[in-house]
């Protein structure tokens, strides 16, 4: 997102760019740059940084995997990767820019002798060749782990055993780690105790400032939007409170199967699939108090601190698992699973601002609609005006695709009798100049190339969502009740949210709008 600096004007010319004023040269190391996340995700959002000129004109990535392939080969899997994933008309030039200077490795393990660091001399060297005044020590490494959770520690461990979590000495001769970052995809951690191990093991090795933990659901353009309509527009910022807002709602209804992945969705659950890195996440962007200035640093701590006020779940009266019928019948999944496709739960923070608001959050498989929603539910008072009952208001905002913000009021109803009515304006993000958002794992790669963490999750936010979530994992778990393909979820679902039911359940079909 970039919040302290554009990429027109760097915010810290000496480390960000060179004195010819362009980004510091880069190598991204992609581990597990054969796998799935890299050909569906990674490669693609590296070609989009490259057609909208974010990534630094002397760029080089580096392939790892469990075998070595040639560099062509590499190329090749680059080139069918953007066949498949990429924007067809640009993929030539895309290939050309992302393997200019690349080439593949053998994935480091602790004890082997590894050809990736040398790999990664040669490379920063040939990318500063010609510079003036930049040396390879200058060039920034970004080490991607694109590769399953289990897979984490040993790598983590590997990086340091080859010297890799620090780069080269700079001229004040100690190894810099100014210019090392490492990214980890979700989950980080499937459980608190793994959370925690792998936490040691990060800062064994890395400082926390190398270290990015991506959240995809952070880096969507209206996640990013919240804080901005927040505290740049008093007409919003003015309402964000219990005084206010009834409820909050984070509902992300999907009608996906998961035909595809069974394995892994039978190992993890809805649960731990979206609460922990995605729900809770979301619900921290709205709780969080006026951060300190709106720099990384002070957005990162008011939404880390927001995570400390969740209450732990209650898993009697405030969460419902689901699963839905037909489950248990997919291939691969076993014939007396348990586990949950849907999950509602009644979240709270625990802090004067929200004190009393039920945070709802829900989401599922094979459900009635797909969506992305977050909803304030604003506070009825008056509940009558001219003998006529107030419709619901609330702020809405669509987090999928471009997104969209929508805002309900009530208002006059047409015609010639003075009666309410109620109306929503939505404002598609796509359509505020110059109507090119990001989608959301490009932006977030894009700050990991220039070094802002705003938009990443912390130990201190994560420790704190795992202790509001471990009531789930215990004894107490709800038994997943079943519920329809095709359906809203099990009906005590419904009941959690009240008489009003849920913004998005009761308004369907009325916009029919993501
Ligand atoms: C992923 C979950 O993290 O997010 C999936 O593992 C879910 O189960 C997905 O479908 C939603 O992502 P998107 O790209 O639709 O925002």
Redesign the pocket.
């Known amino acids: 997102m970039t919040t302290d600096r554009t990429h027109d004007d760097a915010h810290d010319p000496g480390t960000e760019r060179d004195p010819g004023g362009h980004r510091r040269p880069l190598v991204l190391v992609l581990h597990g740059a054969r796998g799935d996340l890299a050909r569906r995700l990674v490669l693609p959002s590296l070609a989009t940084l490259h057609r909208r000129s974010l990534l630094p004109e002397r760029f080089a990535l580096l392939g790892t995997g469990r075998t070595a392939i040639s560099t062509e080969e590499f190329r090749d899997l680059v080139d069918d990767a953007l066949g498949e994933f990429g924007q067809e008309g640009t993929r030539a030039a895309d290939v050309e820019a992302l393997t200019r200077h690349s080439w593949f490795a053998a994935e480091v393990t602790e004890d082997d002798d590894a050809e990736l660091p040398d790999a990664l001399a040669r490379t920063s060297e040939a990318l500063v060749d010609g510079l003036d005044g930049v040396d390879a020590a200058d060039v920034t490494v970004v080490h991607y782990l694109a590769v399953p959770p289990s897979a984490f520690v040993g790598l983590t461990r590997a990086l340091g055993a080859h010297g890799m979590h620090r780069g080269p000495a700079g001229q004040e001769g100690d190894p810099r780690t100014d210019t090392v970052r490492i990214v980890f995809e ?1 989950p980080y951690g499937t459980s608190p105790e793994t959370f925690r191990e792998l936490d040691a093991v990060v800062h064994e090795v890395f400082d926390e400032e190398q270290v990015f933990r991506i959240d ?2 952070l880096g ?1 353009e209206a996640t990013q939007n919240l804080h901005v309509l927040r505290f740049a527009n008093e007409l919003f910022g003015s309402v964000w409170d219990r005084h206010h807002v009834e409820r909050v709602e984070i509902d ?1 209804p ?1 009608t ?1 199967d998961v035909a595809q992945r069974a394995e892994f969705y039978d190992a993890t659950g809805a649960a731990l ?2 609460v922990v ?2 729900l809770f996440q979301v619900a921290a962007q709205v709780a969080m108090g006026p951060p300190e200035d709106l720099a990384a640093t002070g957005l990162v701590r008011a939404r880390e601190e927001a995570l400390t006020h969740l209450r732990p779940l209650d898993p009697e009266d405030d969460v419902v698992l689901g699963q839905f019928e037909g489950y248990r019948e997919i291939e691969g999944i076993a014939d007396d699973s348990t586990t949950d496709t849907f999950i509602a739960a009644r979240a709270w923070f625990d802090d004067d601002r929200w004190r009393g608001v039920p945070f709802l959050l829900r989401t599922g ?1 094979r459900m009635a609609a797909s969506a ?1 929603r977050v909803t304030l539910v604003l506070r009825r008072d008056p509940e009558h005006l001219f003998g006529d009952e107030i419709g619901p208001s609330a702020i809405s905002l669509s ?2 695709g471009d997104g969209a913000i929508e805002v309900t009021t009530t208002v006059k109803r047409p015609g010639p009798d003075l009666a309410l009515a109620t109306g929503t304006a939505r404002l598609d993000l796509d359509d505020v100049e110059p109507g090119e958002p990001l989608p ?1 794992y490009a932006s977030l790669l894009d700050d990991v190339l220039v070094g802002d963490r705003t938009l990443f999750t912390t130990p201190v936010g994560l420790a704190a969502a795992w202790d509001a979530f471990a009531p789930l994992l215990g004894d107490g778990r709800p038994e997943p009740e079943p519920y329809a393909p095709g359906s809203w979820g099990p009906r005590a679902a419904d009941d959690l949210a009240g008489p009003d039911g849920w913004w998005l359940t009761t308004r369907q079909g009325e916009t029919g709008q993501r």
Do not use: P, T
């Open positions: 979700k995809h659901f969507k992300v999907e996906l699939d979206m890195s995605h498989k992305q987090l999928a959301a």
